[in-house]
């Protein structure tokens, strides 16, 4: 079965320069979620796209930006990189379709951001 | 705001045997969904099992069980004969009415011969 695709799996910047992350998700999928997972911690969420709409909004910095477009792919967009900003960046997606809540989330590899 | 609380860091089991980690959650919410992922080395996340607030019945997955006790928020992970390949971080998570997902510290289950 397809799973969430996402590009590129590494990644290294200098501070204060930018990066995008893309994901592509489960066909079919009508929902995407960014988390960001520090250093031995959990995943923290970012943001939501349903339907290409801006659906949720966590603890994602003003540096950063996302959408989705009409395909459904995401790609999340980071400026003025910090080096607190090495991280996993986890794009999930799920299907609302005939359930608005509780839909499973399957994740994508991660993409692995070093900000030097 | 929701909370998930893993009050166990890490685990040991040695394989065959079974385990049991613990998560508890605190919620105001009455429709909700709880899962286990899974998160090896490769740091890949891999849903375990998900279980949903409304139904009685514990969910099961093979080796992977859960005991879901609402009234006391409670959702515990089983799993029976561990194998080495289970070794990995474990991640409790809740979702409700806002569907991301919030998830526990996590407890790292380590499988010995």
């Known amino acids: 079965a397809a799973g969430v695709i996402q590009s590129p799996r590494h990644l290294i910047k200098e501070k204060r320069e930018t990066a995008t992350l893309k994901c592509y998700p489960i066909p079919r999928h009508d929902t995407v979620y960014w988390y960001q997972q520090g250093p031995g911690q959990d995943p923290q969420f970012l943001i939501s796209f349903y339907e290409k709409m801006q659906s949720d909004k966590g603890s994602i910095p003003d540096r950063f930006s996302a959408q989705q477009f009409s395909d459904y792919h995401s790609e999340l967009n980071m400026s003025s990189l910090e080096l607190g900003d090495s991280a996993l960046y986890f794009c999930a997606s799920s299907s609302k379709r005939g359930n608005p809540r509780g839909e499973t989330q399957y994740f994508g590899p991660g993409t692995r951001l070093l900000v030097l | 705001a929701q909370t998930v609380t893993q009050s166990q860091p890490e685990m040991s089991v040695q394989e065959a045997e079974t385990v049991t980690l613990s998560c508890t959650y605190d919620t105001s919410e009455s429709d909700y969904y709880l899962f286990w992922y899974k998160q090896p080395p490769s740091r890949q996340m891999i849903l375990v099992i998900r279980?949903?607030?409304?139904?009685?019945q514990n969910a099961t997955e093979n080796r992977f069980s859960v005991n879901f006790q609402k009234a006391a928020k409670s959702f515990s992970l089983k799993i029976s004969d561990s194998q080495l390949g289970d070794a990995a971080m474990y991640f409790c998570a809740y979702t409700g009415t806002a569907s991301k997902l919030t998830f526990g510290t996590g407890t790292r289950l380590q499988v010995t011969l």
């Open positions: 279980q949903e607030a409304y139904k009685q």
